[in-house]
């Protein structure tokens, strides 16, 4: 038996009075467990059901080679509660949510994401507008995949400066008017500033910068088969 604290990312009912349910925790990463009679009326192991994006501190039984491992005990001891007067907000915790489940490697502690994550759900429970944004930022940089965005990755030119940035996926970075034709996409100074953590208080400035990173995240995603969908309210 073990004892941990998790997120739980996706909860899936099973059966009548059990359910499925993922958890990002600090020191075991991506952890798959089934929380039998979890639903079962004043069933004094649990406080009810698993909810996504909720905290919880838990007792399981491990499984061998990534099966399911079996929780007995568990008590809710956060949950971002303020969220749900907010759609956008909500929108933007299942991205947080569905990242972590995308990146965070089963069996494998991260204490660092694990913070990272509960600090993103508590700032977004707050009603913060660029909590995903900084999140997307810091969860592509802590895994070594966010995109350099501070010079033009064929010539090295510094892009403070620079006009008509494009991206370029094939080359992994930013690439400078100089080079038109290697830009899969045009990136207006304003997301890619933006896109660097400056400049937060331009909301379309915003929404374009974490559009970016989520399609830079699902293009290093698309070799494991995982995908990111834009919050609600970026879909057009
Ligand atoms: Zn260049």
């Given at each position: 038996?073990?004892?941990?604290?998790?997120?739980?990312?996706?909860?899936?009912?099973?059966?009548?009075?059990?359910?499925?349910v993922h958890l990002l925790t600090p020191g075991r990463g991506l952890l798959g467990l089934l929380a039998k009679g979890v639903w079962r009326p004043r069933n004094p192991m649990f406080g009810g059901g698993f909810d996504a994006g909720r905290t919880y501190e838990l007792v399981y039984i491990p499984r061998p080679r990534g099966g399911l491992g079996l929780v007995?005990?568990?008590?809710?001891?956060?949950?971002?509660?303020?969220?749900?007067?907010?759609?956008a907000r909500i929108a933007d915790a299942f991205v947080v949510l569905a990242f972590a489940a995308c990146f965070a490697a089963p069996e494998q502690g991260d204490a660092e994401f694990f913070e990272l994550v509960v600090n993103a759900l508590r700032a977004l429970d707050g009603g913060s507008e660029?909590?995903?944004?900084?999140?997307?930022?810091?969860?592509?940089?802590?895994?070594?995949?966010?995109?350099?965005?501070?010079?033009?990755?064929k010539c090295g030119v510094p892009l403070r400066e620079a006009a008509r940035c494009g991206f370029s996926h094939e080359a992994g970075?930013?690439?400078?008017?100089?080079?038109p034709a290697e830009a899969d996409r045009l990136l207006p100074?304003?997301?890619?500033?933006?896109?660097?953590?400056?400049?937060?208080?331009?909301?379309?400035?915003?929404?374009?910068?974490?559009?970016?990173?989520?399609?830079?995240?699902?293009?290093?995603?698309a070799f494991r088969r995982r995908v990111l969908e834009y919050p609600f309210y970026l879909v057009s």
């Open positions: 038996m073990r004892r941990t604290v998790g997120v739980a990312l996706r909860c899936v009912n099973f059966g009548n009075t059990s359910q499925v007995t005990e568990a008590q809710e001891i956060e949950c971002p509660r303020r969220i749900t007067r907010d759609r660029e909590a995903l944004l900084l999140f997307l930022r810091a969860g592509l940089d802590g895994a070594g995949f966010l995109p350099r965005l501070d010079a033009c990755v970075g930013i690439v400078c008017g100089r080079h100074g304003a997301i890619l500033r933006a896109a660097r953590g400056e400049g937060l208080s331009d909301a379309a400035a915003r929404g374009g910068a974490v559009r970016f990173l989520i399609d830079w995240a699902n293009h290093v995603l």
